[in-house]
């Protein structure tokens, strides 16, 4: 491999491909803790909203209490109605009492039959949990009204107690009710403001995982990972989960997306790196074949330059007396100066070409003329050489607007071409024909023939063939098919080419009839 495109490699290697790959390890190494860090913004968003929720739970119990200690504390002897008015607009509320520090019900509304079920359970239950209560006083003095709660053993209500001071005497305020009234009627109103549309937020017994609030009736309620126990109903738990996406598919899919991107990224990069080397390698092949043009076009020259001079040394010493041989050598001069003057042709034509200045005057003309015109001119030329020539025209071949010396430049590059690239079959055939659309010349050798490989290169700039030095035995400048291509492109014509390695190549040209 070249110098030149070793060092290129090297460093597109090193400014584009190893910072690609580094990024891309990093990014996707770094996608695993992003995922956990949203997934723990996401947590945190959520627990947030479940803390609210029981914060609401907590305010609301707390007013109660507050509305419950005015009432006790009136000085009004009748606290009983207003006691039941207490419990008629307290939803989910169903009895208040008061009891004193030796656990003695000293009020309750409505009235609690102490024999009854409910008032055995209520008296154990103060019993038990004496030091708890006494707790409540500790904290009252220390002026904290803490709320306490219980759950009654057989029924599912609940008890919320607190420490009330009267008259320097400790009592305790006890509401009874309904967890699950109190979650469906005063909690869901909020829980739906805060739920809205993107959250589904539910209750749930922890005993039995059953649900028994959900904020959307129509919701599937998923796996909930996300839960919080009630603070004054430790029986139950609140769960929320977001509508659309669980937030395991949300962090999916962003990692997904961000992977994507990284692999757009980096395809665009590798695609960018392999247009910069392809194109610098394309580059210095260019010059390469420059290089190789010059030094062929200046063998190419000087060898009939060096023949010309020669022979004209020779008769200028007048030492020839034959007069065939002073002939003879009129013709090779006359030859090589043909030569000389077909490639400077040649360069001249494609220097046209590159520089857009090539200009072509078309005229009706009948391609059969041309082709035996050229035919005429190398006559001599393929005898010389021992070449067996057929021609074959179309005698009713119509006129075609085409600029005569250029097609005539371009079959004399395809003969000359067929005489180069002949080894020891010298077998040229020529002819002409045509369809409706097209007339065509073909031209077939019997040659070396042009791998599949090089067929796709012949016609491009200063190409040759290298193959096993093939073409390089036979003088050229590259340049002959490059034209031949630009005056076909020109005509609105085509080139098809065949060929077949070591049994011959058949140019067909094609020009439009219209
Ligand atoms: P050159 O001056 O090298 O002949 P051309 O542009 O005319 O340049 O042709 C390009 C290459 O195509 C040649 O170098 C040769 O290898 C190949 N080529 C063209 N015509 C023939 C043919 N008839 N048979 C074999 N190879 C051919």
Redesign the pocket.
């Known amino acids: 491999m070249n110098r030149t495109l070793k060092s290129t490699i090297l460093i597109l290697f090193v400014i584009i491909f190893l910072p690609t790959i580094i990024f891309s390890i990093y990014e996707i190494g770094s996608l695993r803790s992003n995922e956990q860090v949203i997934e723990t913004i996401y947590n945190n968003q959520l627990d947030a909203i479940l803390y609210s929720v029981n914060q609401y739970s907590e305010d609301v119990i707390s007013s109660w209490a507050n509305r419950l200690e005015l009432i006790l504390s009136s000085k009004k002897n009748n606290k009983t109605e207003a006691l039941l008015d207490f419990i008629y607009t307290t939803s989910s509320a169903s009895k208040v009492m008061q009891f004193n520090s030796d656990n003695q019900i000293v009020l309750s509304v409505p009235t609690l039959i102490s024999n009854s079920s409910f008032g055995k359970s209520m008296q154990e239950l103060l019993i038990e949990n004496d030091s708890v209560l006494k707790n409540l006083n500790t904290y009252l003095q220390g002026g904290y009204r803490k709320l306490e709660t219980f759950t009654l053993n057989d029924t599912t209500d609940q008890l919320v107690v607190f420490a009330f001071q009267q008259d320097n005497t400790f009592l305790y305020n006890a509401i009874v009710f309904n967890p699950v009234r109190f979650i469906n009627e005063v909690l869901d109103p909020k829980i739906q403001e805060i739920a809205q549309n993107e959250f589904a937020i539910s209750a749930f017994f922890e005993e039995s995982d059953s649900i028994i609030y959900s904020s959307d009736k129509q919701f599937q309620i998923r796996e909930v990972n996300q839960k919080k126990r009630f603070w004054l109903m430790p029986h139950y738990s609140l769960g929320i989960e977001l509508k659309n996406e669980t937030i395991n598919d949300l962090v999916k899919s962003r990692s997904e997306k961000d992977l994507i991107l990284i692999g757009i990224v980096d395809f665009g990069l590798i695609l960018g790196l392999w247009l910069i080397f392809r194109n610098v390698k394309k580059h210095l092949e260019l010059s390469q074949l420059k290089s190789d043009f010059v030094s062929n076009v200046s063998h190419e020259i000087r060898t009939p330059l060096a023949l010309i001079s020669m022979y004209i040394e020779t008769l200028e010493l007048g030492r020839i007396e034959s007069k065939e041989k002073v002939k003879e050598y009129y013709t090779i001069i006359f030859q090589e100066t043909q030569r000389l003057s077909g490639i400077v042709n040649k360069i001249l034509n494609f220097s046209q070409i590159e520089s857009g200045k090539k200009v072509y005057k078309f005229s009706l003309v009948n391609i059969n003329d041309i082709v035996l015109d050229v035919v005429k001119t190398f006559k001599h030329n393929l005898e010389v050489q021992g070449f067996k020539y057929k021609t074959n025209c179309s005698a009713k071949l119509p006129e075609i607007q085409v600029d005569a010396d250029a097609v005539t430049d371009v079959i004399i ?2 003969i000359d ?2 005489i ?2 002949s080894m020891d079959k010298k077998y040229i055939e020529i002819s002409t024909a045509f369809d409706k659309s097209w007339a065509y010349i073909i031209i077939s ?1 019997k ?4 791998s599949e490989k ?1 067929l796709k290169h ?2 491009d700039k200063f ?3 290298t193959e096993k030095n ?2 390089l035995k ?1 003088k ?7 034209i031949v291509k630009h005056i076909m492109d020109s005509h609105g014509g085509k080139i098809e080419v065949k ?1 077949k390695k070591g049994e011959g ?1 058949i ?1 067909k040209l094609l020009f439009p009839i219209q």
């Open positions: 590059n395809i071409n067929a180069k690239y050798d040659g070396i023939g042009i090089e012949i016609f190409y040759r063939v093939l073409a036979a050229g400048s590259g340049l002959g098919l490059t060929s190549t140019f």
